[in-house]
């Protein structure tokens, strides 16, 4: 079974940064949309980030103009750049791979998590 490892998370302060990266145990081919979402305790999962292969870009309201996710196809890597982060970014960050070369039948790539702390 393939699945996707995360690194960068941890303890920061507010207005500080953190970069989260993310790359599978094994290659994944027929990539399509790499995502970052994120588990804030008590809420609900959501959605942060999102590429596609022509790296076009969507973000969270909150997060936008703060966080930018970027993408090596090469490397099958996705990356998340934080920054001024605030304590309402505290949270399990998860990487999701959607793969597949039909739409209709792609399939969902999850890492474990990695927690970000941001606090003082």
């Known amino acids: 079974q393939v699945q996707l490892l995360e690194f960068g998370g941890g303890l920061v302060q507010p207005g500080g940064s953190l970069r989260l990266s993310c790359a599978p145990s094994?290659?994944?081919?027929?990539?399509?949309?790499m995502n970052w979402h994120r588990q804030a305790p008590g809420k609900e999962r959501e959605l942060v980030a999102a590429?596609?292969?022509?790296?076009?870009?969507y973000y969270l309201d909150s997060v936008k103009g703060r966080f930018t996710i970027s993408r090596d196809d090469a490397k099958n890597t996705v990356t998340l750049q934080m920054n001024n982060l605030t304590p309402e970014d505290t949270a399990v960050y998860y990487c999701?791979?959607?793969?597949?070369?039909?739409?209709?039948?792609?399939?969902?790539?999850w890492g474990k998590g990695t927690l970000v702390t941001v606090s003082s």
């Open positions: 094994r290659r994944i081919f027929s990539i399509n949309t």
């Open positions: 590429i596609t292969p022509e790296d076009n870009t």
């Open positions: 999701n791979f959607k793969a597949g070369r039909v739409p209709g039948s792609q399939m969902d790539y």
